[in-house]
């Protein structure tokens, strides 16, 4: 994907498959809300990515979010292929500048560290303070061992704003408190990488989906709503860790119905 001259690679760590109806609650009256979705759930269930992307920024070498890690949940995640695309990609952990986070759950944090080691050793870290508050400095957040090794190379932001010239982060609460959207952008095009905001193009098509992961439902579910309305009818490219095969689309307004294209 290009973003004017900006280039965005996905980059692919793994991958799993989920009833739907574990991982969404439809708000809706519909009998069967997943039949008019059958483009993402087929048998009753969706296949999600794990992994994350990178961004090359002039001389600045750019990961967002980087997937699971070489292991497997019980839950059915299986990751550890991020270097091996990065590798494919021409990038080696060497090479990476700057490691930003949407947010801060484990399987979007996994290759930030392997075994106390920093994955990336010239990066700067990055991610929203309300993140690290939550899940590094509460003793229940469960994220400080992993995140440890990169403390000291941790810079934060608090608001919306620009991090390097053509990539701005987009404050989204309600999956975590401190949940982004990355913004990258040069001259008229835009693309918008939105983190766990979503993990299905299905929950922008309709307002009426929560996701069971959400540490603030009702939040989440207004900056979902939000973000739906803001990118409907518009050319911005959209993204996310989860969609499927890290898919760029676009969210189409038709007759007052969204829908999505790729």
């Given at each position: 994907?290009?973003?004017?001259?900006?280039?965005?690679?996905?980059?692919?760590?793994?991958?799993?498959?989920?009833?739907?109806?574990?991982?969404?609650?439809?708000?809706?009256t519909?009998?069967?809300?997943?039949?008019?979705?059958?483009?993402?759930?087929?048998?009753?269930?969706?296949e999600?990515?794990?992994?994350?992307f990178?961004?090359?920024?002039?001389?600045?070498?750019?990961?967002?979010?980087?997937?699971?890690?070489?292991?497997?949940?019980?839950?059915?995640?299986?990751?550890?292929?991020?270097?091996?695309?990065?590798?494919?990609?021409?990038?080696?952990?060497?090479?990476?500048?700057?490691?930003?986070?949407?947010?801060?759950?484990?399987?979007?944090?996994?290759?930030?560290?392997?075994?106390?080691?920093?994955?990336?050793?010239?990066?700067?870290?990055?991610?929203?303070?309300?993140?690290?508050?939550?899940?590094?400095?509460?003793?229940?957040?469960g994220?400080?061992?992993?995140?440890?090794?990169?403390?000291?190379?941790?810079?934060?932001?608090?608001?919306?704003?620009?991090?390097?010239?053509?990539?701005?982060?987009q404050?989204?609460?309600?999956?975590?408190?401190?949940?982004?959207?990355?913004?990258?952008?040069?001259?008229?095009?835009?693309?918008?990488?939105?983190g766990?905001?979503?993990h299905?193009?299905?929950?922008?098509?309709?307002?009426?989906?929560?996701?069971?992961?959400?540490?603030?439902?009702?939040?989440?579910?207004?900056?979902?709503?939000?973000?739906?309305?803001?990118?409907?009818?518009?050319?911005?490219?959209?993204?996310?860790?989860?969609?499927?095969?890290?898919?760029?689309?676009?969210?189409?307004?038709?007759?007052?119905?969204?829908?999505?294209?790729?």
């Open positions: 994907m290009k973003v004017g001259s900006i280039e965005i690679h996905p980059v692919y760590d793994g991958t799993f498959r989920q009833a739907a109806a574990d991982i969404l609650r439809y708000g809706g519909a009998e069967d809300p997943f039949a008019a979705h059958a483009e993402f759930v087929i048998d009753g269930m969706i999600f990515a794990l992994g994350g990178v961004v090359q920024l002039g001389d600045r070498t750019v990961v967002i979010d980087c997937g699971l890690g070489p292991m497997k949940t019980d839950g059915g995640m299986e990751g550890g292929q991020f270097l091996a695309s990065l590798d494919a990609l021409g990038v080696q952990p060497s090479d990476v500048t700057d490691v930003l986070f949407t947010h801060l759950h484990f399987d979007h944090v996994g290759w930030a560290t392997q075994k106390g080691v920093v994955v990336f050793p010239h990066a700067t870290y990055r991610c929203h303070r309300a993140d690290w508050a939550h899940f590094v400095d509460d003793p229940a957040g994220a400080a061992r992993k995140m440890a090794p990169v403390a000291d190379r941790m810079e934060f932001w608090e608001r919306d704003t620009t991090i390097f010239p053509g990539l701005d982060v404050g989204a609460p309600g999956h975590t408190p401190g949940s982004t959207i990355m913004v990258v952008s040069h001259g008229k095009d835009r693309a918008m990488l939105l766990d905001v979503v299905c193009p299905l929950e922008l098509v309709e307002d009426d989906w929560q996701a069971v992961f959400d540490v603030d439902p009702v939040m989440a579910q207004r900056t979902r709503a939000a973000v739906a309305r803001e990118l409907e009818g518009t050319n911005t490219a959209i993204a996310a860790a989860h969609f499927p095969g890290l898919q760029f689309g676009r969210l189409l307004e038709t007759g007052g119905q969204r829908s999505w294209a790729y």
